[in-house]
């Protein structure tokens, strides 16, 4: 694929600063609120300048492979992505790092007083959990491609690394506010090795976990958008399925363990990782494939209507 | 169709979609939260399993098992031991992390008007040792069953337990055997959920 069919009918990359948009400011607006409260109550809080110098340190590690699992998928050649401008990608983990854990954060605390009352509270985080996380992960993913979609056609990998960075930035923020929530009385060092050891366990128990749900339902999401974009039906029970299915995977992972013995938690645990690094990769060989039957994705026809934008 | 694409509309109902969605997630819990009540007594969850553990703490014994669903929790008071109850019956289960066996944990347990009654083996679990004993010391029909539930470990001499103590109410008219019956079913289940690890 050439540059100029890389980059699109407009012949440029999507771009993040779209100022026409609302969406660009709602979501620049959310983000910005939400990162300051973040901000507020990490340093208002009990965590240590130590513990919050580590926490930050090994969410930047964390987040690099994170990065680094994004970049090798969309820019292989099995499954070359067009390019999205790097400051929508910012954007997109922007929103999982702040938006997404500080409203979910006050969303699950009502849900769970709720299920409480009711007697749910063995399952409350297996019910709120993945109604608030995932339908707000959804919410910032629709954001960023309705701002990639007003400047070129869609493709369904875009959903699934926009939705990766989001899943992403939220696994990050969470892990991050585990390691800073580690902090209490002691010595430094004991601090770190507690940061240490928080992070390493909830990095390597289910490593991006968050990222990989968002991806597929952002895969979904974007087929969905780009063909109504082409002027073809939706099908948008493709993303009611997928969202259903990655909630109900992030259900069972948060679900009560099974038995006081460890085995059988782990199965369940390895299962749903499994299942969804399964369902991750068909839901990327999908996106490859819809992308190259999509009409819009000619070779001909990109090189032509980039033209015509350079000559206007 | 290269103009439009080049110049694309402003998408006000996206936008739209967005806040509401983050709107609904803030508020709709909040208003929720405030129109269900709160109940007098905090019931015992939906497949709520209470974890027991012995003296070693994490390293030691411990024993789990799956509460009845709906049922009073009163053990607020006496930590390390759960109490539950409904109209029909009130359960105690403790943990006795070194115990010789189910049938002295159990004798352990008795009044000493039933200390000479016979025991029951009950056949929950090949891994463990289990004794029952029924008996009804008060005027009233008002029967008490103990059940003692110990891990079978031939290696060592003393082995970890659960006692359960299952009090069933006054039934003098017999108007709430369903009751007792729904709290006998009740216990079963309860004891098939036991687990005990060392």
Redesign the interface.
Known sequence: MSRVEARGVTGKAALSWQAQQPVFWVLAALILICLLWQVGALFGGSATPTVIGMGLLLATVQFALLWAVVALITRSRVIASRDIDRGLSIVAVAWGMTVVPVIAAQANTQFFAILRRLGLHSVAASIAAPINEDLLRLAGTFGVLTLIAACRPLTPLDGLRVGFLVGAGLEVAENAAYAFGSSGAGEVGAQIVNAIHIMLVRSGVGFGLHALWTGIVGAALAYCLARRQSGLAGRWWVLAAATFVTMLLHSLWDAPALSIRPEPQLALLGGVYLATLALFTIAALLAVRAAKVVPSYEPAQLSHVAAQHEES | ??DA??R?R???A??A???I??SS??A???L??AL????SV????????I?FRGDGGEAGA???LIAP??WARLDEASPGTLVVSNAAASFTVSMHERSENAEALLRSSLPVGAAFLPTTSLAIDSSFDAKAIEFDLAAGDAPVLNVAICLIDSANDETPCLLIEAVYGTNPSGTADAQRESARMALSRMLASI?I?T
């Open positions: 169709m290269s694409l080049q694309p402003s998408n006000w996206a936008a979609v967005i806040l969605a983050v997630i803030f709709a819990p909040t929720l939260n269900v009540p709160e109940p905090q019931p015992v969850g939906f497949y709520e399993r974890i411990t024993a789990g669903v709906g687990e690890n």
